[in-house]
């Protein structure tokens, strides 16, 4: 799907008051959209059971994905569950986990959260939200990613992504995480909020950037209320276009370039055969 035309530099659209039902309709077009786009999207932090994705997750806070994808394979292989881990040591622990950042905070918090798992949930990963957001460096937006992804219990996560093209996409003007959940989901069947979620967060890393989104190039510009908010001009759009993936990831990053066309690859740095 091409962009509307306008000139680069073109102002946002105004948008018209919208009932109810059109934003609906709107948001699902939207949502179609990035299922085309992104059949393919999935959580980016590597995990093989709820334990491991609950501390990847935490671990995940004010980091990249690629990053903890980094540290915990060395980091399960040392304390694969939650009692190994509660009987952690502290400094090894650090020494670990130090390229995510805030080491010495993300590690209390791992050996308190493991703790509790092993006293009161006999060394299982709670599949509740109530419980899980009772664990330490566990939030709404962790648990619901464990609860969607761990545990198959459909579940929209607010992370700093989702929160900016929520809004662009204006399906919500709110800024807490809690009411744009709320909000967002009475647009969307349950059955779609998991994948929902890693779709936007997808078109928030790879396109609609906070500060340069690429609306030239963006599938869902013609329902975007914020296209010419970012770059318009597609052969500049492109080179905004980001690709960064884990290692060990090349398959994935190759059913993403696959949705590219060869120019926007070109313009994004890639080298194609002729
Ligand atoms: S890149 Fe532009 S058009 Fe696309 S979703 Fe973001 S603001 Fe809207």
């Excluded at 948008?15 to 939207?30: D, F, G, M, T, V």
Aim: proline fraction near 6%.
């Amino acid at each position: 799907m091409s962009a509307p035309s306008a000139g680069a530099g073109a102002k946002p659209r105004r948008r018209a008051p919208e009932s109810e039902l059109a934003l609906k309709r709107r948001a699902r077009r939207i949502y179609k959209a990035l299922s085309e786009q992104y059949p393919y999207a999935v959580p980016e932090l590597d995990f093989r059971n709820a334990f491991e994705l609950v501390v990847a997750t935490v671990l995940s806070a004010q980091t990249t994905d690629v990053r903890v994808n980094e540290v915990t394979p060395a980091l399960f292989a040392r304390y694969p569950d939650a009692r190994r881990l509660a009987e952690a040591d502290e400094a090894a622990l650090q020494e670990l986990i130090r390229p995510t950042g805030f080491f010495r905070t993300k590690a209390q918090n791992l050996r308190a959260l493991a703790t509790r798992i092993v006293d009161e949930y006999d060394g299982e990963v709670p599949a509740r939200l109530e419980d899980l957001v009772t664990l330490a460096g566990v939030g709404r937006k962790t648990a619901n990613v464990v609860l969607a992804n761990a545990f198959g219990i459909p579940g929209i996560s607010v992370d700093t992504h989702f929160a900016r093209l929520a809004r662009r996409f204006g399906w919500t003007e709110a800024s807490d995480p809690v009411r744009i959940e709320a909000e967002v989901a009475r647009l969307f069947e349950p059955r779609d909020w998991t994948m929902l979620s890693h779709r936007v967060i997808f078109h928030g890393r790879r396109v609609c950037h906070a500060r340069k989104p690429a609306c030239g190039v963006c599938a869902v510009a013609q329902w975007c209320p914020s296209y010419g908010e970012g770059e318009v001009d597609p052969a500049k759009s492109s080179k905004l276009l980001k690709y960064e993936l884990a290692p060990g990831r090349e398959d994935l990053l190759a059913r993403m370039l696959a949705g590219q066309s060869r120019a926007e690859l070109r313009a994004a740095g890639f080298k194609l055969d002729a």
